[in-house]
T-cell receptor, first 116, second 115 residues
């Protein structure tokens, strides 16, 4: 089954304890992206990657790192988490929709992160 | 920078009736896509419908249709014959056709279906 898989789905951690949220897609997509969702703000892009070893900042990159060593994986790293990074995180990759020719993002199931 | 605004934080509708969710956006580009995503309680982001800016015809997907007004930069979603399973958070989103291809989301509208 074609999908984007994120782990963990839920995590409670403490301030300053490094953590990594993994993201993997099995569709051979070049484009991958991370978003965070907060009430009243919708989803905002953190980082994106157009291909292996190519990453760039989105709108809210502070406090986050990413890497793209392989096409299928795009982990999100919080080196020193803080309470303002408590959020719902989504990884997404770009699927080619044959019926229209437009690229459509496929999202993972989300990771709920709480930083105490 | 492009912005997307959903001015209705919450909406409710009776089952089987029709409801329209509003969305406006701001851009200086002429070639872009607009989307509506549904987020049910499971939190999964599900694409509902997509509109290409160069197409004058409004997109439809079964009970879902849009009213795309390019000059007014308006992109509303109409849900006909509302069903209990339509209850969700709905997000309007914008993306340039080229460039960084970032999806810019609105704040979301929570839709409740009353039985």
């Amino acid at each position: 089954e074609a999908q984007v898989t994120q782990n963990p789905r839920y995590l409670i951690t403490v301030t300053g304890k490094k953590l990594t949220v993994t993201c993997s897609q099995n569709m051979n997509h070049e484009y991958m992206s991370w978003y965070r969702q907060d009430p009243g703000l919708g989803l905002r892009q953190i980082y994106y990657s157009m291909n292996v070893e190519v990453t760039d900042k989105g709108d809210v990159p502070e406090g986050y790192k990413v890497s793209r060593k392989e096409k299928r994986n795009f982990p999100l790293i919080l080196e020193s988490p803080s309470p303002n990074q408590t959020s719902l995180y989504f990884c997404a990759s770009r699927m080619w929709q044959r019926s229209s020719g437009a690229n459509v993002l496929t999202f993972g199931a989300g990771s709920r992160l709480t930083v105490l | 920078a492009q912005t997307v605004t959903q001015s209705q934080p919450e909406m409710s509708v009776q089952e089987a009736e029709t409801v329209t969710l509003s969305c406006t956006y701001d851009t200086s580009e002429s070639d872009y896509y607009l989307f509506w995503y549904k987020q049910p309680p499971s939190r999964q982001m599900i694409l509902v419908i997509r509109q290409e800016a160069y197409k004058q015809q409004n997109a439809t997907e079964n009970r879902f249709s849009v009213n795309f007004q390019k000059a007014a930069k308006s992109f509303s979603l109409k849900i006909s014959d509302s069903q209990l399973g339509d209850a969700a958070m709905y997000f309007c989103a914008y993306r340039e056709r080229l460039g960084a291809q970032k999806l810019v989301f609105g704040q979301g509208t929570r839709l409740t279906i009353n039985p």
